[in-house]
């Protein structure tokens, strides 16, 4: 199973708020996490931070997953953990008040992938020619879609669709969405806003169709974003356990 990740500035941001890490374990158990922090005073950084360190200390102190019910347990744990390390660091510094970020998470064994997200980082499944969504933004803009209050197209340009409802470290109270999906000849992309918002999906499945390397793959992922504004910081972390040969 190959795996790689990359984090950009992108082109109008001062400062780099995501932060992104992937690793895999001596049972070839692969994890990904790609983190968007917000909060000023570059709290931000210090929250997107302080949770992929938090999960990459943690993975690796791991013994290897036994099943997927011991790799869903450690990722709820990760989360719950991850909201209450930013949440004391706030409280000790007063810069760093209200700071959080988003999580979107993935732990690959074998065929199976578990996939966990607070906020408005995505995971994506890739089958070799379709691209489906498997998370929903936790967002204000994307509650009144799913009420049906406004429609998918009016959520697009809304003044508001980047208002989140919960995010780690920043919610009283965080509930992650946590789900197992079926992982065979696929791969997964996990990814910041400032992937999705300025790259369409029919671009992102171009890319990923190439015969390119899974890190140039990344790279052009992040490369369309910048050409397309590069409004944001982008995050890219991908999974592949497609079963074709990459030249």
Known sequence: ???YGKTDRGLVREQNQDCVFYDANLKDQVIAVVADGMGGHKAGEIASKAVTNYIANYFNATPPFQNGQEALAFIEDAITKSDEVVKKMAQTNSEHRGMGTT????VAIKNQIHIA???DSRAYLFDGT???QVTSDHTLVNELVRTGAISVEEAKNH????????????????EAAIATHDFTNRMCLLCSDGLYNCVEDR????????KNKLPAKVEQLIKKANLNGGYDNISVCLIDNLEVVHD
Not at 103 to 106: C, E, G, P
């Open 203 to 210: 671009d992102i499945i171009k890319i990923l169709k190439s």
């Open 130 to 132: 379709s691209l489906e």
């Open 103 to 106: 999580i979107a998470m993935a």
């Open 1 to 3: 199973m190959n795996y």
């Open 117 to 119: 997200h607070v906020g």
């Open 159 to 174: 003044s508001k669709k980047h208002v989140l409802y919960q995010a780690i470290g920043a919610s009283e109270k965080i």
